[in-house]
């Protein structure tokens, strides 16, 4: 099992930044990638970012391109991402995810392909 905590949401005007940060414990080893995902209310869960334990591969959604970045300190089991020209549309609850095996998964982007949830941060950015 992993354990995923996020931190970092808040309350922002639209063109701040904020990090969000999520911390892993457990069985880590077994995991080889991990992703954030956001869900805006009345919407489906939708892939930001996602980037991989070992070699540090990122991967992001074209609505996140150039805004947000996605990093990984491996010796805290910490995983980031830094958000950048925040806009209104970007509110959403965000949730870190880690898959349960070797590889990043060919579907990065697809959420049941992440085995283990953290519980969820909120981000709201006013216009």
């Known amino acids: 099992q992993v354990q995923l905590v996020e931190s970092g949401g808040g309350l922002v005007q639209a063109g701040e930044s904020l990090r969000l940060s999520c911390a892993a414990s457990?069985?880590?080893?077994?995991?080889?990638?991990m992703g954030w995902f956001r869900q805006a209310p009345g919407k489906e869960r939708e892939f930001v970012a996602c980037?991989?334990?070992?070699?540090?591969?990122?991967y992001y959604a074209d609505s996140v391109k150039g805004r947000f970045t996605i990093s990984i300190d491996n010796a805290k089991n910490t995983v980031y991402l830094q958000m950048n020209s925040l806009q209104p549309e970007d509110t959403a609850v965000y949730y870190c995810a880690a898959n349960d095996g070797p590889r990043v998964p060919r579907y990065y982007y697809v959420a049941h392909n992440y085995e283990y949830w953290g519980q969820g941060t909120q981000v709201t950015v006013s216009s």
């Open positions: 980037i991989s334990w070992s070699v540090k591969s990122t």
């Open positions: 457990g069985r880590t080893f077994g995991s080889s990638a």
